[in-house]
C-alpha cells in the first residue's frame, strides 16, 4: 500500500517545493509538514491551516481558516506572517485554498463553513498588495487550479459538486466566462484539484474515496484510489519522480500513486 504518512489529524494541501519536498498541513492539529526522502518534519504555525502554495522563494503561502487569513512560514527562519486577514474592514469568510499566477497575483477561495451557504467567494491578491473580490455568491468555492497556459481558473463548488471553468485575465484581475466543466458526485463533493502537464485535472473528490481525472474536454478518463473515504487534496511532482500525492482525512494519510505525469506550477 502506498502510504507515505500515517496518524495525520486532517491532512490537506499537499504542494511541492523547488527542491522536490512535499509539504502538506494537518489542519486540526495546526501544523504544516515537511516530507523530504523518508523523513518528515511538523512546524506548529496555529490556526487551521488548509490550502498551501509555495512561491519562487520557497515561501510557503497558506490559507488560515480559523484565523481568517493568509498567512505565510519561512522555511528558513521558522517565522510566520500575516499577509491579510480582512476585505473592507471584514474578516476573510474562512479561507480555503489558494493559487499563484505567474505574474505573481494571488487567487484564494473564501468559502465559510457550510455547504448550502452562497456567500462564498473568490478573491485575488495582487503582486501590487491590493486585495480584491473577484466572484461572489457561491456554495463552498473550495479547491482552484490554472490551467497550463494561465488563461482559465478551474474552480471547484463543493456545495454543488460541480467543477467551474472561468476565462483569467492577470492584468485587470478578472473572471469572465463562467462554464460548467464537470460534476462530480460524492456524498460531499469535489475539494483540493491540481494539473497535469497534459492538460487532465485530478480532483479529490470528498466522500467518493476517489480523486477523479477529466481530460482537457471534459471527460472522465481515471478514477484513483484514495484508500480512504475522505480525499482532501492532491500534487503532482512537477519533476516527475514522485508521482501524484493525495492527503486522505479519513484515515488521516498521505497517499503516493505512481505515475510519470508531471505536475505543473
Not at 5 to 25: A, R
Not at 191 to 213: H, I, P, Q, R, T
Request: aromatic share 10%.
Amino acid at each position: 500500500m502506498p502510504i507515505i504518512l500515517t496518524d495525520l489529524n486532517f491532512p490537506e494541501g499537499p504542494c511541492f517545493d523547488s527542491k522536490g519536498n512535499i509539504w502538506l498541513v494537518e489542519k486540526d492539529a495546526g501544523n504544516l509538514v515537511s516530507v523530504s526522502d523518508n523523513a518528515h518534519t511538523r512546524y506548529y504555525v496555529d490556526g487551521a491551516p488548509n490550502g498551501i502554495a509555495i512561491d519562487k522563494n520557497d515561501l510557503v503561502w497558506f490559507c488560515d481558516s480559523k484565523q481568517n487569513s493568509i498567512r505565510t512560514f519561512n522555511p528558513t527562519d521558522l517565522t510566520t506572517s500575516t499577509i491579510v486577514n480582512q476585505y473592507e474592514n471584514e474578516a476573510l469568510k474562512m479561507p480555503n485554498d489558494l493559487a499563484f499566477d505567474q505574474t505573481g497575483n494571488l487567487l484564494f477561495t473564501c468559502p465559510g463553513d457550510k455547504l448550502e451557504d452562497n456567500t462564498g467567494y473568490i478573491c485575488c491578491l495582487g503582486k501590487d498588495g491590493k486585495l480584491s473580490k473577484i466572484f461572489e455568491g457561491m456554495f463552498y468555492p473550495n479547491g482552484l487550479a490554472l490551467s497550463k497556459d494561465q488563461s482559465q481558473l478551474f474552480v471547484a463548488e463543493t456545495g454543488t459538486k460541480k467543477i467551474w471553468r472561468f476565462d483569467w485575465d492577470s492584468q485587470t484581475k478578472q473572471l469572465k466566462h463562467m462554464a460548467l466543466f464537470a460534476e462530480t458526485g460524492g456524498s460531499i463533493g469535489p475539494d483540493g484539484m491540481a494539473f497535469d502537464e497534459d492538460g487532465n485535472l485530478y480532483v479529490a473528490v470528498y466522500g467518493s474515496s476517489k480523486v477523479k481525472v477529466w481530460d482537457k474536454n471534459g471527460a472522465l478518463k481515471e478514477e484513483i484510489d484514495a484508500y480512504g473515504y475522505n480525499p482532501t487534496n492532491c500534487a503532482l511532482d512537477p519533476s516527475g519522480k514522485k508521482g501524484l500525492m493525495i492527503t486522505e482525512a479519513e484515515q488521516g494519510i498521505l497517499v503516493q500513486h505512481v505515475t510519470k505525469k508531471r505536475g505543473i506550477i
